[in-house]
């Protein structure tokens, strides 16, 4: 089931709605990069605050 579910969502398996799962997927998968971002920026945020309030 799990080997099926990840052809489906990788486009290797043909599906009805597969362009929707694909879709869904890859949204999810940029939806996340950018959360690592965003964490990171905000702890370099904190540490240029920290740093300027050391000054």
Do not use: C, N, P
């Not at 599906?15 to 950018?34: F, N």
């Amino acid at each position: 089931m799990k080997h099926e579910l990840q052809l489906i969502i990788s486009g290797k398996s043909k599906v009805k709605h597969g362009a929707i799962i694909q879709a869904a997927a890859s949204y999810l998968r940029r939806s996340q990069s950018s959360s690592t971002m965003a964490k990171e920026f905000k702890h370099f945020k904190k540490q240029e605050k920290e740093t300027l309030e050391d000054l």
